[in-house]
């Protein structure tokens, strides 16, 4: 068994080359930019909080990340649970529909976004047409905009973990709750919901993460207009050239999200979303 744990270990030594060469590598040589250029020190992190454009782009950040957040989190977990209680046919054809999106690219949803949520897009005509509105609403090129499609894009990944997460309570829970003469709302909050509460931590640590880094679907639903720090970043590398500003904001959201994984992972109920549950 010992040598069995040996050869399993030594297998994963290339893997652990590359990724090492792949990332690690290019994050240590922004970190190195980031304190050596234009002069070593740590003048390019001491400028970052003088910087009134950074503090706005930092709390619009912030904003859409707690904003997709919650949307994102409320969401998905309605279609998981209702996805738990379908029969096992309109199951397997609902998961399925939920893997759709990761077939399709980032671009091309966002563009269908623009698409429809356009001053004449498909659904200010249809408002119009129906006589809802009168003018065309701003739906998109802003921070509505932004939200709606980073919604979109995170609900397929919640889902999935709040699925997960919902498969593995005990059925046998809920029907002695029922048996002592609980109502279904009572189950639900006082059962259903404090059991789920690790995929629920879980899903909302992994969209509020992946959001702060988003880059092209707040690029395109934006249009510039609500610009977030991932883009900040890129623009400061392919526009102006400001590798000490790019690269000291981009150690910084590393460092942040580093706490915010480490300070999350302390959570009892996100440990308790990586604790395998007995088979029932």
């Known amino acids: 068994m010992r040598n069995f744990k040996t050869t399993a270990l030594l297998l994963t030594v290339p893997a652990s080359l590359v990724a090492i060469g792949l990332y690690a590598a290019p994050i ?10 234009p002069k070593l020190g740590f003048a390019n992190y001491q400028s ?16 859409v990340s707690v904003m997709t957040t919650v949307l994102t989190v409320l969401a998905s977990y309605i279609v998981a649970f209702a996805i738990i209680h379908m029969s096992a046919g309109w199951r397997r054809i609902s998961l399925f529909l939920v893997l759709v999106p990761f077939w399709i690219s980032v671009l091309v949803r966002a ?9 004449r897009g498909v659904l200010n005509s249809a408002l119009m047409e129906a006589g809802v509105i009168s003018t065309p ?16 894009y995170m ?10 997460n919902l498969s593995d309570i005990d059925r046998r829970i809920m029907q002695a709750a029922r048996s002592l003469g609980a109502r279904p709302a009572t189950i639900f909050w006082r059962v259903w919901l404090p059991l789920s509460l690790p995929g629920i931590a879980l899903a909302t640590l ?3 993460v992946f959001s702060l880094g988003f880059l092209v679907t707040p690029a395109l639903l ?10 900040y970043i890129s623009v400061q590398i392919s526009s102006t050239s400001r590798w000490d500003l790019a690269t000291s904001l981009s150690t910084m959201l590393l ?25 029932q």
């Open 28 to 37: 240590l040589q922004v970190l190195a930019l980031s304190l050596t250029e």
């Open 48 to 63: 970052l909080f003088a910087n009134a454009a950074v503090g706005r782009v930092v709390m619009t950040t912030l904003k």
């Open 111 to 119: 563009f269908s976004w623009i698409t429809i949520l356009r001053r």
């Open 137 to 152: 609403l701003d739906l998109v090129y802003n921070l509505l905009g932004v939200t709606i499609g980073m919604v979109h």
């Open 155 to 164: 609900m397929p990944f919640a889902i999935l973990l709040l699925y997960a």
């Open 206 to 208: 992994f969209v509020f």
């Open 222 to 231: 934006g249009a510039g207009k609500t610009l977030m720090i991932a883009e």
């Open 255 to 279: 460092l942040v999200v580093g706490i915010i994984v480490f300070a999350a992972m302390r959570s009892p109920a996100l440990r308790a979303a990586f604790v395998a549950r007995p088979q």
